[in-house]
């Protein structure tokens, strides 16, 4: 018999997910402000956005990111046909016009549009969030509709206690990574490839990541073939691979 002791399922959440939007388009319809906060959202995740918004009706962050040509504008309300493109990856509507909201949420639920009604929970797709970005390292905290003002000081909460140089360390992980799938393309050796990058996240200091330069992980490489993970100092010193090796203080271990 099985112990059958998996995790127990906990329904009534989001699935959380971190949707790549990157050059896909986004139409948001309102230009007020939040409109404003979507906008920046976006942008941030490098999505290609429309804005349809009366122009007497737009915020001056929306103002700013029309002038300097950040999103593509049409001066106007919401038309039926806005939703024609079938290029369109998602509709975000943060207008003061419920009545407008909910027929747009019904055309995109027609068209099978992703949708976001922002005055409207029932009537989302999904929901945003209130996200802590420090480079590469998004957090998104959600109360589930719950209590959005309590989102946000969860996520300062969060954001207060992490390490200062904790994105700096991932971006320096991220180019290592990519370095490695470089030497170790082969796909039989993802299980091997991925154990030595846990590893080297586990056993390196924060600060040590973030010191990583392109030579260091240039010859921490070369210690993946015989599968070891020197420290920094033992890269600098370049010793040969095969004369350390992870003795669990997190300090220097040179076996000889
Ligand atoms: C997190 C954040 C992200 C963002 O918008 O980017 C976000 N709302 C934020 C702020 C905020 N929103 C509201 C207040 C006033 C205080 C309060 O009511 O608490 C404040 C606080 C403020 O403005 O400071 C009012 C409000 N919001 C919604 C309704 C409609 C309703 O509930 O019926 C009403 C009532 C309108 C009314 O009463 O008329 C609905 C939603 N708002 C959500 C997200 C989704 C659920 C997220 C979750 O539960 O975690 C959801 C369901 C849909 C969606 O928007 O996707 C962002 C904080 C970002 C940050 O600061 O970090
Ligand atoms: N989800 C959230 O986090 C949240 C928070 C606060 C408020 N809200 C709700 O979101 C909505 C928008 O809030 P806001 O503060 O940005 O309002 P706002 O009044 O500042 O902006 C509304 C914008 O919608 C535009 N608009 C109105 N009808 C339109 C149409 N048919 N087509 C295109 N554009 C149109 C207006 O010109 C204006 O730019 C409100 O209903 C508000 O209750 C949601």
Not at 149 to 159: D, E, G, L, P, T
Not at 215 to 242: F, H, K, N
Request: hydrophobic share 40%; charged share 25%; glycine share 8%.
């Amino acid at each position: 018999m099985g112990r059958e002791n998996f995790p127990g399922v906990q329904g009534g959440g989001s699935l959380i997910l971190a949707w790549q939007v990157r050059n896909k388009k986004v139409l948001v319809i309102g230009g007020g402000e939040v409109a404003a906060g979507r906008i920046l959202n976006l942008l941030n995740a490098d999505a290609r956005v429309t804005v349809i918004s009366p122009r007497a009706g737009l915020n001056p962050e929306v103002a700013h990111r029309i002038a300097h040509n950040q999103v593509e504008y049409h001066d106007r309300k919401f038309e039926p046909s806005d939703l024609d493109d079938p290029n369109i990856t998602m509709v975000l509507t943060a207008i003061d016009d419920s009545e407008a909201s909910s027929q747009i949420w019904k055309l995109c639920k027609e068209k099978r549009i992703a949708a976001n009604i922002a005055d409207v929970p029932p009537e989302c797709d999904f929901y945003f969030g209130s996200v802590h970005r420090d480079g590469p390292l998004q957090i998104m905290v959600s109360t589930n509709g719950n209590g959005p003002k309590m989102a946000n000081i969860v996520r300062r909460r969060i954001a207060a206690s992490l390490p200062e140089n904790i994105g700096e360390a991932i971006k320096k992980v991220g180019v290592l990574r990519k370095k490695l799938r470089g030497v170790a393309p082969a796909e039989e050796e993802g299980p091997k490839r991925m154990k030595w990058m846990s590893k080297v996240c586990v056993q390196w200091s924060l600060e040590d990541l973030c010191d990583m330069e392109e030579v260091d992980m240039d010859a921490l490489l070369r210690s993946y073939a015989p599968d070891q993970v020197p420290s920094l100092t033992q890269v600098r010193l370049g010793e040969e691979p095969g004369l350390w090796q992870f003795d669990g203080s997190f300090g220097w271990s040179c076996v000889v």
